[in-house]
């Protein structure tokens, strides 16, 4: 079987490029995931479990200002469990529609925040629903311009966690719609910290189009435009400064890996080292979580083009780190990213993970959970096929074209069922249907390659539109892979 990352050694110095020297001088992105005060200070995940449902039972007395909403640093989100965060953010919403509430504005503003964390962690498309019309409720209670641009920030906050969770061009056009307009950043009768807001939400949807579009003049406008949102927040101490330089990190890392530019590596290792180090494990796991992930992933793919051993090895270790950080009830979401991060190496995620991040985002039409099946998919055909089970990929086959069928006939009001010609345009938006068809794509290449058996081309309508519905999704990879099984199928067939 071909490689499925191809090697380039004269790559091998840009791994280099990335920062990999702590304070103390050691190896930084080893020594990150590796060192005891890096680590989880726990010992075990079901002391893990315990230290956090501890914190959750002593939320108002160990952060009794932030859980009182007297400041707008929501941090100590990051100790509790969905269960209390979700919980938290209904009292703060009931309290704000009080008649007697004192600031109601910013009790609808700050239960609109905890309901976005919530949703954040678990996906739960009701938690967006009800972090919108949080919103939209601030919205109705501001009383100064000031007030009116933090409930359009907070809007498109919203509308910009639909699109990272379940990806889609018109998901994004609405955050877009919701974020202030052009004459209320204009407006310098704003408050530093509005203003900060305001440029750090218009930098987060140029990062966004940015990557739908793939061009490098896009991104570049993009990271000037994260750029000036950092030093923005940093001026005005915005509690959401290490989100922005979190996104700024990950834009250069993936502009530094596609351009291979070693001065944007550069930059992405110097802010995700700062990030790692800054983020206490004992007080904000999550946030040391992500930056971790985001080190492995990068540190992976210079590897994989590289063919560093080495560096994979290290990658390897970042990524244990950062799933050591927390329990996967403790933020679901976060916890099958890294997941899925982990699979992009070849054997490093077992299928019983990769099963549990499929568990763990089922139902709730998000693009990771169409990515966790198209992985365990992968995975367990490829395992099949080494085992040379043609009988475990006709099983996998048909329970693939069962949820085919079943999607089909339910797709219309009354279970009319339709003809195969049109049931992809019907289906068009629905990732699961486009998975499904790549994944019925694989396992019937791999049948193939086990007995020989002609594979059909009736098909390749269908993985055409499986690539664009990945596309409309903001999913390119899904996409690619769709595009690159067509020829394989024509020419096999």
């Known amino acids: 079987m071909a490689d499925p990352h191809p090697r380039d050694w004269r790559l091998a110095p840009l791994i280099a490029a990335i920062p990999v020297e702590n304070r103390e ?16 200070r726990t010992g075990t995940r079901e002391r893990l479990a315990r230290r956090m449902f501890e914190f959750g039972k002593g939320l108002r007395r160990i952060f009794a200002p932030e859980a009182r909403g007297e400041t707008d640093d929501l941090s100590w989100t990051e100790l509790v469990m969905p269960e209390l965060l979700a919980r938290e953010a209904r009292g703060q919403c009931t ?16 239960g609109s925040a905890l309901w976005r964390e919530h949703a954040r962690r678990t996906g739960a498309d009701d938690s967006l629903g009800r972090a919108r019309e949080a919103a939209r409720s601030a919205a109705r209670a ?36 919701a974020a202030p307009d052009v004459q209320t950043r204009r407006n310098t009768g704003l408050s530093a910290a509005t203003l900060a807001a305001v440029a750090a939400l218009d930098a987060r949807l140029r990062s966004r189009q ?53 001065s944007l590596l550069d930059q992405a290792g110097r802010e995700l ?96 959970g169409a990515l966790a099946r198209d992985r365990r998919l992968e995975v367990e055909a490829a395992a099949a096929e080494t085992a040379a089970d043609a009988d475990r990929l006709g099983r996998m086959a048909a329970e693939v074209r069962r949820r085919l069928v079943v999607r089909r006939l339910t797709a219309r009001p009354g279970g009319e069922a339709r003809h195969e010609a049109d049931s992809a345009s019907l289906d ?66």
């Open 25 to 40: 001088g050691g190896a930084a992105f080893a020594e990150h995931g590796t060192g005891p005060a890096n680590r989880s």
């Open 142 to 177: 501001a009383r100064t311009p000031d007030q009116t641009a933090r409930a359009a920030v907070e809007a498109g906050l919203v509308e910009i966690l639909r699109f990272d969770l379940v990806g889609g061009v018109a998901e994004l056009e609405a955050a877009v719609r």
């Open 210 to 262: 940015a990557r739908l579009d793939g061009k490098p003049d896009a991104l570049r406008r993009a990271a000037l435009a994260l750029d000036e949102a950092v030093a923005a927040a940093e001026a005005a101490g915005d509690p959401e400064l290490d989100h922005l330089r979190l996104e700024r990190a990950a834009l250069a890392l993936e502009a530094g890996v596609m351009r291979r530019d070693p």
């Open 428 to 493: 068009r938006g629905d990732l699961d249907w486009a998975v499904d068809q790549i994944g019925l794509a694989r396992i019937e290449a791999a049948i193939g390659r086990l007995t020989g058996a002609m594979v059909s081309t009736d098909s390749a309508f269908s993985l055409f539109e499986a690539a664009e519905i990945a596309r409309e999704r903001g999913v390119p990879a899904l996409a690619e892979t769709a595009e690159s099984l067509m020829p394989v199928r024509s020419v096999r067939a």
């Open 273 to 368: 080292r700062r990030l790692v180090s800054a983020a206490d494990p004992d007080r904000r796991p999550l946030s040391r979580a992500r930056a971790l992930c985001l080190c492995a992933a990068g540190l992976s793919a210079l590897a994989a083009l590289a063919g560093d051993e080495a560096a994979h090895a290290q990658a390897r270790i970042l990524f244990d780190a950062a799933a050591d950080q927390f329990t996967p009830d403790h933020s679901p979401i976060d916890w099958t990213a890294i997941q899925l991060a982990r699979a992009a190496t070849p054997g490093a995620v077992s299928l019983a993970a990769l099963l549990q991040a499929e568990a763990v985002s089922a139902g709730k039409d998000l693009t990771l």
């Open 95 to 110: 309290d704000a529609g009080r008649v007697s509430a004192a600031r109601p504005f910013e009790a609808w503003l700050r």
